[in-house]
């Protein structure tokens, strides 16, 4: 089965300190991992995908596979940052894209 | 503009009642999902199709029943709205051997 956890709901970070959103997932194959963010009212976009290791808005991620994590970070937060972030899962060869219960992170100025 | 395109944005109808919700999608991909986003903002996976053929149905109740006319379509009707049915239904789509989904701007359907 595969399974991806957000265990923060909400997070709240001043404007300019570090962000880190975790993300950890179980997955028997190879996994394909990805950030998707939903700013207010607007729909799903993604963010960053593992195999690209792009930096996006200033946002990364590595993804560790002996901890089975993706945890998303940016070195200084902005106020544009408050979203709604999804750490998703899926698999080469599988059509199914599982998504965590993602994370509120709001930016206090 | 090539794009996930989903009508209506907004539907509010009465309990009991049938809806449609229609999704397109313009990137020549092969797979495409619908997904519901509760009032908590859980995103699930409810219907997927390849190549108008389903290929995921996730405990869905019967009441809802994608239809497929093309591989560029993906509706979804619901029979005998209840208010629990009341959500944020997206449709969305991934290319053939990726998982990188690409989403509509999602449908609000508020049953009362």
């Known amino acids: 089965a595969q399974r991806v956890t957000q265990p923060e709901k909400l997070l709240s970070v001043f404007k300019g300190a570090p962000v880190e959103l975790k993300c950890n997932y179980s997955?028997?194959?190879?996994?394909?991992l990805f950030w998707y963010v939903q700013y207010s009212r607007q729909r799903l976009q993604l963010l960053l995908r593992h195999i690209s290791r792009e930096s996006i808005k200033g946002f990364t991620a590595d993804l560790n596979k002996g901890e089975t994590s993706f945890h998303l970070k940016k070195p200084f937060a902005q106020e544009e940052d408050s979203a709604m972030y999804y750490c998703?899962?899926?698999?080469?060869?599988?059509?199914?894209?599982?998504f965590g219960t993602g994370t509120r992170l709001t930016i206090i100025p | 503009d090539t794009a996930v395109s989903q009508t209506p944005k907004y539907l509010v109808t009465q309990m009991g009642n049938d809806k449609s919700i229609k999704c397109e999608q313009n990137?020549?991909?092969?797979?495409m999902y619908w997904y519901k986003q509760d009032s908590k903002k859980f995103l699930k996976i409810m219907f997927s199709y390849n190549n108008k053929e389903l290929i995921i149905n996730e405990t869905v109740p019967n009441r809802f029943s994608p239809k497929s006319p093309d591989k560029a379509h993906l509706n979804l009707h619901i029979n005998s709205l209840e208010l629990g049915d009341s959500a944020v239904y997206f449709c969305?789509?991934?290319?053939?051997?990726?998982?990188?989904?690409?989403f509509g701007q999602g449908t609000r359907l508020t049953v009362v």
């Open positions: 969305a789509s991934t290319p053939t051997g990726s998982t990188e989904a690409f």
């Open positions: 997955y028997s194959g190879s996994p394909e």
């Open positions: 990137l020549g991909h092969d797979t």
């Open positions: 998703a899962l899926g698999g080469f060869g599988n059509e199914k894209l599982t």
